[in-house]
């Protein structure tokens, strides 16, 4: 299970931070990062952590966007910093791990973030 915090109004030029920690019965390699979804658009990455550690994040968020994690909790953040009304969507957190052999994906339930003055 995934549980998602964070988000709300923010102004445009705000920062937030959005949480996610992972629990249950979650063993062996994992992957988790953070996705969004605009109304009428597809869902996008917006950062991630491969599983190798390093970082995959969006080019609309370079800059802005941090993503960090505390791997003994199971815990990924999304530090969002400059924020602009084009962030506004609802942010999922995403969990992979490998089942013989194949990436299956979690996702959390959705946090609304809104970007607006």
């Known amino acids: 299970q995934l549980q998602a915090s964070g988000g709300g109004l923010v102004q445009p030029g705000g920062s937030v931070r959005l949480s996610c920690a992972a629990s249950?019965?979650?063993?062996?390699?994992?992957?988790m990062g953070w996705y969004r979804q605009a109304p009428g658009k597809p869902r996008e990455l917006v950062a991630r952590?491969?599983?190798?550690?390093?970082?995959n994040d969006a080019d609309s968020v370079k800059g802005r966007f941090t993503i960090s994690r505390d791997n003994a909790e199971k815990t990924v953040y999304l530090q969002m910093s400059s924020l602009k009304p084009d962030d506004t969507a609802v942010y999922y957190c995403?969990?992979?791990?490998?089942?013989?052999?194949?990436?299956?994906?979690?996702w959390g339930q959705g946090t609304q973030v809104t970007v607006s003055s």
């Open positions: 995403n969990l992979k791990t490998i089942l013989l052999g194949t990436v299956v994906d979690y």
């Open positions: 249950g019965a979650i063993s062996g390699i994992t992957a």
């Open positions: 952590f491969t599983f190798g550690g390093s970082i």
